[in-house]
């Protein structure tokens, strides 16, 4: 958890300028939905046209009337005024309905693409991301990017296409008002998006930050709350997050503030535009070069046209929080595996598997001394290696290399002579398994947590799996059996009730090798020595990597390798260290109490 932050200290933190994506990666976002985006602008672009040719229809018409023509002199009209009305609302129609489709299938797209980004990155690639952002990075960043498609493209093409054809229709009644428009336009289309594109560049380039620190301290108070009670900070987290939604509501204050500046300078434009038209239509009148007929239209056509540059300062605005969220979205997309994955990799070898360690290496980037030093081991079928040491001692980071969490510098490990590196991850983990210390419980029933294992199990093999972890007698004592919900991470459930879940889930897969990384932390002696007993009994017929600091049970392994700061002090048998007196025989006798 991130150490809380007063308000004060949040409010004196100075502002740092957040990056952007550049406009060429942002627009290519949109790429996958070029097609539906096209016909979604071009239904857009007839919705407006027609409201152009509603509002100048009906002008005609109107003016028209005034002077009592036949009925056939005002027939087409008359239609033209039904046509325009009827396609302005299914163009409009339209627009939303493919705009919409094409928006989600580019969100849907994305959002996969982000999450098959995070899965290599998992777990030793993660912390890089606070769990918040992460979350933020995922729903709301991604989600922001559909704006993108809705408020931002679309406009654009839009006051372009029509904005042109209006002034030619315009231009064509009367050049001097064609002029007009035409500066109006590009005055409201060019200079007041610039305007409040400026005044809204650190705003809204800051929201996608803000609304992430947000998240990230709501989470960090639910998830945290026993201990910040506990500790008496809970008070301080709340100031943080209190501090961090003030800052999001700033930002949406700043942000409505250049939103109210562009829309009223796009009002002054419209309305200057339409005096102005109507200005120079009622001199051309008077002096005849212009039929009276026509001024009306003249006058009302750029309040309609106007409805093309409206929303364009605020597409502006948009933009500059859209690219902000492309970069966040954009960075996890470019951060690359811890280990990647080859580029040909080789099928992998038949049963029975030989995992062979030779001379492993591998330093952290922030340590200066590796944390894994020449390591050498073998693990095959019914072969079970402990290795014990302090913490600090290398253990974790020899169980993230075996399972393709860490990559390995020197040395070699090999399957069955087949280098890691050369093996897709998920054809190797389809061999090697893990029990971790933290094993994840999800929010369902017994029965779908283990079926995470293997999908097409038995019920028989559901309860044999559970036998063999020593669980299945308090699973037949409940009422609902295996369709228990153990709650949220197994709330439900003791520790060792979800230790031995997370055994049971491990054994049912079948996993030729298994590594348990503490399979009994974080619980009282008694049952983390039994644990660690009946997975070793369990899994007797696979090759078995424990890892652990305690050394009771260790005498049923083949081979114990004693580990200090990455490098293999002592190894043999759990009676032949301790006859040898040295490393491991004063752990064993520490904790036997002898010492």
């Given amino acids: 958890m991130t150490p809380p932050l007063s308000a004060q200290a949040a409010a004196s933190l100075p502002e740092q300028p957040q990056p952007e994506a550049s406009l060429a990666r942002t627009l290519a976002i949109a790429r996958p939905a070029a097609g539906r985006l096209t016909l979604a602008t071009l239904l857009g672009a007839g919705a407006i046209a027609a409201a152009i040719g509603l509002i100048a229809t009906s002008a005609w018409l109107i003016s028209r009337s005034s002077q009592r023509p036949q009925e056939s002199a005002v027939a087409i009209a008359i239609v033209g005024v039904q046509f325009f009305a009827l396609s302005r609302g299914l163009c409009r129609y339209g627009e939303r309905l493919v705009g919409h489709d094409a928006a989600f299938r580019v969100l849907a797209d994305l959002r996969v693409r982000v999450y098959e980004r995070l899965e290599p990155l998992a777990p030793l690639g993660l912390p890089a991301f606070r769990s918040g952002d992460l979350l933020a990075r995922l729903i709301h960043d991604v989600d922001s990017l559909q704006d993108l498609l809705l408020r931002v493209l679309p406009p654009f093409a839009i006051a372009l296409i029509v904005g042109a054809a209006s002034v030619g229709l315009v231009w064509w009644m009367l050049p001097a008002a064609g002029l007009i428009l035409l500066i109006a336009l590009l005055v409201a289309g060019t200079l007041v998006p610039w305007l409040t594109g400026a005044l809204s560049a650190r705003s809204e380039s800051r929201q996608a930050e803000a609304r992430a620190e947000l998240t990230s301290s709501v989470i960090d108070l639910i998830e945290g709350a026993p201990e910040l009670i506990v500790n008496g900070t809970a008070g301080e987290q709340l100031r943080r997050a209190s501090?961090?939604?003030?800052?999001?509501?700033?930002?949406?204050?700043?942000?409505?503030?250049?939103?109210?500046?562009?829309?009223?300078?796009?009002?002054?434009?419209?309305?200057?535009?339409?005096?102005?038209?109507?200005?120079?239509?009622?001199?051309?009148?008077?002096?005849?070069?212009?039929?009276?007929?026509?001024?009306?239209?003249?006058?009302?056509?750029?309040?309609?046209?106007?409805?093309?540059?409206?929303?364009?300062?605020?597409?502006?605005q948009t933009l500059q929080r859209v690219r902000r969220a492309a970069a966040r979205v954009l960075e996890v997309l470019d951060t690359p595996p811890p280990v990647p994955e080859p580029a040909s990799p080789l099928p992998l070898p038949p049963e029975p598997h030989l995992l062979r360690v030779r001379g492993l290496c591998y330093s952290y980037p922030a340590q200066t001394h590796p944390a894994l030093d020449g390591l050498d081991l073998d693990l095959g079928p019914g072969r079970r290696v402990a290795v014990v040491g302090l913490s600090g001692a290398g253990k974790s980071t020899l169980a993230g290399v075996l399972l393709r969490f860490l990559p390995y510098e020197d040395g070699s490990v090999t399957l069955d002579g087949v280098q890691l590196s050369q093996l897709a991850a998920d054809d190797y983990r389809r061999v090697v398994g893990l029990v971790a210390q933290d094993a994840h419980i999800f929010d369902s029933t017994l029965e779908e947590n283990l079926l995470l294992a293997r999908r097409e199990a038995t019920q028989e093999e559901l309860r044999t799996a559970l036998a063999d972890a020593r669980l299945l007698s308090w699973t037949e004592e409940l009422p609902a059996g295996l369709s228990t919900e153990v709650g949220e991470r197994g709330v439900r459930m003791s520790g060792g009730q979800r230790q031995r879940l997370a055994i049971a889930r491990a054994l049912l897969a079948d996993f030729p090798l298994l590594i348990l990384d503490e399979p009994g932390e974080h619980l009282d002696t008694e049952t983390a020595d039994a644990i660690v007993a009946d997975v070793l009994a369990?899994?007797?017929?696979?090759?078995?990597?424990?890892?652990?600091?305690?050394?009771?049970?260790?005498?049923?392994?083949?081979?114990?390798?004693?580990?200090?700061?990455?490098?293999?002090?002592?190894?043999?048998?759990?009676?032949?260290?301790?006859?040898?007196?040295?490393?491991?025989?004063?752990?064993?006798?520490?904790?036997?109490?002898?010492?």
Wanted: net charge neutral.
């Fill in 243 to 316: 501090a961090a939604d003030a800052e999001v509501t700033r930002i949406a204050r700043a942000g409505a503030r250049t939103a109210g500046v562009g829309q009223g300078l796009t009002t002054l434009c419209s309305g200057l535009a339409m005096w102005g038209a109507l200005l120079v239509g009622v001199s051309a009148v008077a002096t005849g070069r212009l039929n009276g007929v026509l001024l009306a239209g003249i006058a009302l056509v750029p309040l309609v046209a106007f409805e093309l540059v409206t929303g364009l300062p605020a597409a502006t």
């Fill in 538 to 595: 369990a899994a007797q017929e696979k090759a078995t990597l424990l890892i652990t600091h305690r050394l009771a049970g260790l005498k049923d392994v083949d081979e114990v390798l004693v580990l200090d700061r990455g490098r293999v002090l002592e190894r043999g048998t759990h009676s032949e260290l301790v006859a040898l007196g040295g490393h491991y025989g004063a752990l064993w006798a520490r904790e036997e109490g002898y010492a």
